[in-house]
């Protein structure tokens, strides 16, 4: 069979080409809801200060597994940025955040392309993502218009005098 039938004008015809490869069957057998990292995702996602015990266990059995060791480090660099991101202080969040900009850079190893791609992208934004925890300029200044006259309320008003 003529994996690209012709009309008879010479042209391909419309339709769908077959592949050579087989498509991957993900009913079958669970499919996609059967691979470890796929179920617990929404667990992934959770930030390590709202697991519970159970979640816990859960992540544990799954880092287990000597194939999750990209999904536990990953994992382990997303808790970072998220503890930076949710910092009490604007000052300890953009420490914490060049500390895991800086580490990346510098520790990553070669198999662990996503997070290599990560480290050059945060890398290359550093000035942009540690201004994200700088107050910006309009909040810090008041304009002359609002500021209160010589006088102020805890003295007394010029009209309170008795005249």
Known sequence: MDPYPRSST?????GPVPSPYPAPDHRAAGGVRTIPCTKARRLLRTGAGLVSDKGWERLEQLFADPHNKP??????VYQKIMSAYRAKTPT?????????????TTSVPDALEELKSLAKTLNQRR?????????????QQTHPSSQRPAWNTYTASPWATGI
């Open 10 to 14: 010479g042209r391909t015809q419309a």
């Open 71 to 76: 999904e536990q480090t990953t994992w382990a």
């Open 92 to 104: 300890q969040g953009k420490q914490l955040m060049s500390e895991v900009i800086d580490s990346l």
């Open 127 to 139: 000035d942009d993502i540690l201004a994200h925890y700088r107050s910006p300029r309009h909040i």
